[in-house]
């Protein structure tokens, strides 16, 4: 190893060889992520032992039209060996789960709604992922059920691995014309389903339909003999049902409801029409005080109007919300291309600008209706945005490590130099770590046929690198310094230092990675075991070929006064801590103080050096003449 070390940084030759192939692997690594090679997510696929199917219906649907929905994808299900039972909530959400929590399940109350919860059998008795059984029964449920009622909506959802949100990616549409938010609505739908790799798409608004509303006549009540509140409570109790009294029992502490309404053959109609409605209430009579049968016809008048759907708010403005999940896919892809699809497309009705800045909101856009001058904001919110923060706050805490690393490192070898030498060497692991992600990608792509991502484990694994590789870097140049103080030649002394350290770096890798390998199994610690293991070795090969070559081209690594380096001999500096004593000079008033005794005590010791080699060369030259003399006395004996 010392042989290896030192031809490499004998020769400009071989040091231009190495620095250069550095650089190539570092420019190769990060241009893995852009070119797509290696594909980042917030965190992969979680199997999980149960998933639920959101049904939504048109919004003037009946319980029995949801019911229909619901008893198609259930009947399909059934043919599912790995699907152990399933629950159907009709008009109303599922128990409140991890993901029903963020996802508003409690909230669901409407007879367009319905929930379905699949349990499946144990995970890790299932050769199929529950992601992987999800995104093989999507389009099967949706091409068998999905036509059954009209502006239906079925969408997957399963148990989130990171922080729940309403969907994987969310679009929200900001703005004051609630015809144009609409309008605006539908293309942006229409535009997320072109897009390769989303699925679910909806949009979380009511639809505008017919509706038919009962008007008692208040002229023609009074005339008749009877009463407004009579009116109106004979009609709701008819059509629509009320408690009208209650029943106590000795089983229950609660009274018992009595619900009074008409049958279903005589209050419900089978065509949506102002004469359906007509031809039921001709049947329909009401006793007023006189004895007189009133028909309710001639006392209510049917008028057609539009529904008044549903206003959304959030943060005092008029919002629409799309929402669409990721089939087994990185969410950053699909959305990077619909936002260049809705750039390119919006241009020819709307006005479109980018928001200014660089913020998690960085991908949202402005837009002004050509038309009407409305103005909307398009914000890309859901697990992007999650993704956008956690990789900001985590890109925060690497650089926050790298400079309290740099800054402790001046203040202990008091060399910019040093210091920046075991910063590269630190960062320099990030090759190791996309290159790992890539292998480990084709590997599994191979197996499973799924992707391996590059996720927050990963860059956690990264950052909990940096202090593995700088140990490195410090026992190298510690090393070699106290070899050089010693009167050794540089060059030599990096060698000696390296092959020396060696081992114990690379018995360092090795328990990194032999500990790492449980965590490379896992399916969301993965990226921090696969981040560790290779990342390790990149950072060991790093130390012993590429660190060397930088420190014997510092100049700071020889013990000088002038440089950036200043040796402090522990035994001419009584002091408990080089750091403390780097900190205190530093201070004006003993810098040069602490200087010359440095510069002294090398001197000194240099001198002590000296005088003994000279000495012990005299005592063997004596002692050499001494045998010749011994020699030539017994020759003449």
């Given at each position: 190893m010392e042989s290896i070390v030192y031809k490499i940084i004998s020769s400009r030759r071989n040091k231009f060889i190495v620095i250069l192939m550095v650089i190539l692997s570092m420019i190769g690594a990060v241009y893995m992520i852009p070119s797509k090679l290696i594909l980042a997510r917030m965190l992969p696929g979680k199997s999980a032992n149960t998933f639920t199917v959101y049904v939504d219906t048109k919004t003037d649907a009946s319980i029995k039209e949801t019911k229909s929905v619901t008893s198609c994808i259930v009947n399909t299900l059934k043919l599912e060996k790995e699907i152990t039972d399933m629950e159907v909530f009709l008009g109303q959400g599922a128990p409140l789960d991890y993901a029903g929590l963020v996802k508003g399940s409690g909230l669901k109350a409407l007879k367009n709604q319905a929930e379905i919860v699949i349990n499946l059998t144990d995970k890790h008795h299932r050769d199929e992922p529950s992601y992987v059984m999800v995104h093989r029964l999507r389009p099967i449920i949706n091409k068998a059920c999905g036509d059954l009622v009209e502006n239906s909506s079925i969408r997957f959802t399963e148990m989130p691995a990171g922080p729940p949100t309403l969907a994987t990616i969310v679009v929200e549409l900001y703005g004051k014309n609630d015809v144009v938010l609409r309008k605006t609505a539908l293309k942006v739908s229409d535009l997320l389903k072109e897009t390769e790799g989303l699925v679910d798409i909806d949009i979380m608004q009511d639809d505008i339909y017919r509706k038919y509303d009962l008007v008692p006549d208040k002229e023609k009540i009074i005339r008749s003999g009877l009463n407004v509140e009579q009116v109106n409570n004979i009609v709701f109790l008819a059509f629509k049902g009320m408690p009208i009294a209650y029943k106590n029992t000795r089983n229950q502490q609660d009274q018992i409801p009595i619900f009074l309404r008409l049958d279903d053959a005589t209050r419900l109609v089978e065509v949506a029409s102002k004469t359906a409605f007509l031809d039921k209430l001709l049947s329909l009579n009401l006793m007023n005080d006189k004895g007189m049968m009133i028909p309710i016809s001639e006392i209510v008048t049917i008028e057609a109007a539009e529904s008044s759907p549903t206003i959304?708010?959030?943060?005092?403005?008029?919002?629409?919300?799309?929402?669409?999940?990721?089939?087994?896919?990185?969410?950053?892809?699909?959305?990077?291309?619909?936002?260049?699809?809705?750039?390119?497309?919006?241009?020819?009705?709307?006005?479109?600008?980018?928001?200014?800045?660089?913020?998690?909101?960085?991908?949202?856009?402005?837009?002004?209706?050509?038309?009407?001058?409305?103005?909307?904001?398009?914000?890309?919110?859901?697990?992007?945005?999650?993704?956008?923060?956690?990789?900001?706050?985590?890109?925060?805490?690497?650089?926050?490590?790298?400079?309290?690393?740099?800054?402790?490192?001046?203040?202990?070898?008091?060399?910019?130099?040093?210091?920046?030498?075991?910063?590269?060497?630190?960062?320099?692991?990030?090759?190791?770590?996309?290159?790992?992600?890539?292998?480990?990608?084709?590997?599994?792509?191979?197996?499973?046929?799924?992707?391996?991502?590059?996720?927050?484990?990963?860059?956690?694994?990264?950052?909990?690198?940096?202090?593995?590789?700088?140990?490195?870097?410090?026992?190298?140049?510690?090393?070699?310094?106290?070899?050089?103080?010693?009167?050794?030649?540089?060059?030599?002394?990096?060698?000696?230092?390296?092959?020396?350290?060696?081992?114990?770096?690379?018995?360092?890798?090795?328990?990194?990675?032999?500990?790492?390998?449980?965590?490379?199994?896992?399916?969301?610690?993965?990226?921090?075991?696969?981040?560790?293991?290779?990342?390790?070795?990149?950072?060991?090969?790093?130390?012993?070929?590429?660190?060397?070559?930088?420190?014997?081209?510092?100049?700071?690594?020889?013990?000088?006064?002038?440089?950036?380096?200043?040796?402090?001999?522990?035994?001419?500096?009584?002091?408990?801590?080089?750091?403390t004593s780097n900190i205190k000079s530093y201070f004006p008033y003993t810098k040069r103080e602490k200087c010359d005794e440095a510069k002294v005590a090398y001197e000194q010791r240099l001198k002590r050096e000296e005088e003994v080699r000279m000495s012990e060369l005299k005592a063997e030259k004596k002692k050499k003449k001494e045998e010749k003399k011994q020699d030539k006395n017994s020759d003449k004996k």
């Open positions: 959304f708010r959030k943060n005092l403005k008029n919002m629409v919300t799309i929402t669409a999940e990721c089939d087994m896919v990185s969410q950053v892809y699909p959305l990077l291309e619909a936002r260049a699809k809705m750039i390119e497309l919006f241009s020819e009705e709307y006005t479109v600008t980018k928001v200014p800045g660089i913020t998690t909101y960085m991908f949202d856009l402005n837009i002004v209706d050509k038309e009407s001058g409305s103005e909307m904001l398009v914000r890309w919110d859901g697990e992007m945005k999650v993704s956008l923060d956690t990789f900001r706050d985590l890109g925060g805490a690497f650089i926050a490590a790298l400079l309290l690393m740099f800054f402790l490192m001046v203040l202990y070898y008091k060399s910019f130099a040093l210091s920046g030498i075991v910063l590269i060497g630190s960062f320099l692991s990030i090759i190791g770590v996309i290159v790992g992600h890539w292998v480990t990608d084709k590997i599994q792509l191979y197996a499973t046929d799924t992707h391996f991502f590059l996720t927050a484990t990963s860059l956690i694994g990264f950052i909990s690198l940096m202090g593995i590789s700088a140990r490195s870097s410090l026992l190298l140049i510690d090393f070699s310094r106290s070899l050089i103080e010693e009167g050794m030649e540089k060059k030599r002394a990096v060698a000696l230092a390296t092959a020396t350290r060696a081992k114990p770096i690379m018995l360092t890798a090795v328990a990194i990675i032999l500990g790492s390998l449980l965590l490379a199994t896992d399916p969301i610690f993965g990226g921090l075991g696969v981040a560790l293991i290779f990342g390790s070795m990149a950072a060991t090969l790093v130390s012993l070929f590429f660190i060397p070559v930088l420190m014997d081209n510092a100049r700071a690594l020889m013990p000088n006064c002038h440089g950036k380096s200043v040796h402090i001999d522990p035994d001419t500096k009584m002091t408990w801590c080089v750091l």
